[in-house]
């Protein structure tokens, strides 16, 4: 046990023994992702990870950052705290495996304005829980304790992760042509994008989260609180067998910013609309904001929250694989030559 106390700087309004705790409460679940090549333990300066290359040529290092963003808002109205690590997890490895690449480790970052141990392994504890099903490390991270730059009440959450990939094996959009197919795998919910303008049209700081939604099948909190999901495991089993073409993560911006990454020049993505398998959650924000379809599109992922391009004589084998690793998916759309765009029709 640390004898490291300071009275006045716990009179200013930061004890450091809460973080010694917060430590001790959040070791279990951390030890939940250790995987081959974590060589470093929590409480240290830095997290060490030693890198396989076996069958590796060209080992290329991927990186994403991201944080959980406004969605956090719920969370502190809830009082429940277990989840959103999984969303900054998701958040981070579902863009590195847009390359190509295999997330192998994680770190996050911690904000508040008073450390209470038991919140921030709750935080910790949904970190842990995103690594896992990602198969990744959770290597170390950061809790720092701002009095006075957040709320007693509030903080903030962000985090990084690194993936590995053969150089040879990364995703090159210009791969992308007229005649591919875009596969679609659903979303789990709003994901953690677009949740200002989810605050607006609820008016959630002046109304129940706790009321049953007959149009959700659950009460509207625990319907804006489900995490994101993530897709690693099912699209590492596809990489591993199919040529995919392009990968794309649809966060902020929606169809419209995100699609037109993963597409070479001159050729552009056809949707139809009626063909997207929209969720109740996006309806009923439609509905409840009077917001313009198209604003929908450009701002929410609408029930998708990734997409697969592959050559049309891959598509079955791509669904079957995505089906056998309990992952969900079907056909969205496909690749036209034009102006790089989506048309949704």
């Known amino acids: 046990m640390s004898k490291s106390f300071s009275e006045?700087?716990?009179?200013?309004g930061v004890d450091v023994t809460a973080g010694y705790?917060?430590?001790e409460l959040m070791k279990a679940h951390v030890a939940k992702t250790m995987i081959p090549g974590m060589?470093?333990?929590i409480g240290g300066f830095g997290g060490a990870f030693e890198l396989d290359v076996t069958n590796i040529e060209k080992p290329c290092l991927v990186s994403g950052t991201d944080g959980v963003g406004t969605k956090l808002k719920i969370a502190f109205l809830l009082d429940k705290h277990d989840t959103v690590g999984i969303d900054c997890v998701a958040m981070c490895v579902n863009d590195i495996i847009c390359c190509g690449a295999k997330p192998l480790l994680f770190l996050d970052y911690?904000?508040?304005?008073k450390n209470v141990p038991e919140r921030v392994a709750e935080i910790v504890k949904g970190v842990a829980d995103g690594c896992v099903e990602s198969g990744c490390a959770l290597v170390g991270g950061e809790t720092a304790e701002m009095p006075g730059f957040y709320p007693e009440d509030e903080y903030d959450l962000a985090g990084f992760s690194v993936g590995v990939v053969d150089k040879k094996k990364i995703l090159k959009n210009e791969n992308v042509k007229p005649g591919d197919v875009m596969i679609?795998?659903?979303?789990?919910?709003?994901?953690?994008?677009g949740f200002s303008l989810v605050r607006k049209v609820f008016d959630l700081e002046h109304q129940s989260l706790d009321r049953f939604s007959d149009v959700l099948g659950k009460t509207l909190g625990e319907t804006l609180l489900t995490p994101t999901k993530l897709y690693v495991k099912p699209v590492l089993a596809v990489l591993d067998q199919v040529g995919v073409k392009?990968?794309?993560h649809i966060t902020g911006g929606g169809f419209y910013e995100n699609i037109p990454r993963a597409l070479g020049e001159n050729t552009k993505a056809v949707i139809k609309k009626s063909d997207v398998k929209v969720l109740p959650i996006f309806e009923l924000i439609q509905k409840e904001g009077n917001i313009p379809e198209r604003d929908m599109y450009n701002t929410f992922n609408m029930g998708v929250g990734m997409m697969l391009i592959v050559d049309k004589n891959d598509v079955d084998?791509?669904?079957e694989i995505l089906h056998a690793n309990a992952q969900d998916a079907y056909v969205v759309g496909h690749i036209e030559e034009g102006e790089k765009g989506v048309e949704l029709w």
Request: aromatic residues 4%.
């Open 8 to 12: 006045s700087y716990k009179a200013a």
């Open 21 to 23: 705790k917060a430590v």
């Open 39 to 41: 060589i470093s333990d």
């Open 110 to 113: 911690i904000a508040l304005g």
């Open 184 to 193: 679609a795998l659903p979303s789990s919910g709003v994901h953690s994008n």
């Open 246 to 248: 392009s990968i794309c």
């Open 317 to 319: 084998k791509t669904l």
